[in-house]
């Protein structure tokens, strides 16, 4: 896998490896989360402006989390350390980032592996877009709550997150079912992280998960979202 480090990375090669799969793979000097973070800074603000993650922070470094220790409508609460199932970043929000990055700090031991999924590989005919383009699905977020559909106008993103969308009938109920069926049946990439390595995903195309985890592994990881 290629490595592009950041003071090679001109906007040009960062548009080409997210245009041809959706995500690129680079890397960063040294490991401290003050020098991830502001790698992730450099890199994001060639694609856009930051914005606030669950927790209000523009900048964050997130590590595995049991169900009980996790935010009570994360995917964690629900899947706690086990694998953690394709998602779109913020997807309980009315548009979900177009990017996220996340750089890392620490690989852990054991380590957890980052799984990328790009939706549109996953053969839904014009008929199945039309229906997740039509199927309205609750989106929890407290009292924020909304109704959306999964597969945005003109399909522009999938959203897509076990943890925080709710079928509302049949409808959606297929529909979810859907996408996890050809989720699970997909050919997808996995990355084992190294001390530095910095993804860039487009959020609104590529699907990611974890491996499973151990609350004690160390893994941790910076991240910053990207709106462009």
């Known amino acids: 896998m290629l490595v592009r480090k950041i003071a090679a990375s001109d906007p040009q090669q960062l548009a080409d490896p997210l245009s041809e799969r959706g995500w690129s793979l680079h890397g960063s000097e040294g490991s401290h989360p003050d020098n991830i ?3 992730l800074v450099e890199l994001g603000e060639r694609l856009g402006t ?3 993650g669950r ?9 595995p989390l049991s169900a009980d ?8 609460a629900r899947y706690g350390l086990s694998a953690l199932p394709f998602h779109t970043e913020l997807s309980h929000r009315p548009k979900p980032c177009r990017y996220l990055l996340l750089g890392c700090v620490d690989p852990g031991s054991p380590a957890a592996a980052t799984l990328l999924l ?3 590989t996953l053969g839904f005919s014009q008929d199945e877009l039309a ?5 309205p699905v609750l989106v929890r977020t407290g009292r924020r709550s909304f109704y959306s559909t999964i597969l945005a106008p003109g399909g522009a993103f999938l959203r897509y997150d076990p943890g925080c969308l709710e079928a509302v ?11 996890h069926d050809r989720a699970a049946a997909a050919p997808f990439d996995a990355h084992h992280w190294r001390e530095g390595d910095i993804l860039i995903i487009d959020n609104w195309r590529v699907l990611h998960g974890r491996s499973p985890s151990d609350q004690w592994s160390g893994r941790r ?4 979202l990207i709106d462009a």
């Open 55 to 63: 927790a209000g922070s523009l900048d964050e470094v997130i590590q």
């Open 37 to 39: 973070v502001q790698a």
């Open 131 to 135: 229906f997740l383009e039509e199927t």
């Open 221 to 224: 990881l910076a991240r910053i």
């Open 69 to 76: 220790d996790a935010h009570p409508r994360s995917l964690s």
């Open 169 to 179: 009938d049949d409808r959606g109920r297929r529909a979810m079912q859907l996408i």
């Open 118 to 120: 790009d939706w549109r």
């Open 50 to 52: 930051r914005v606030a």
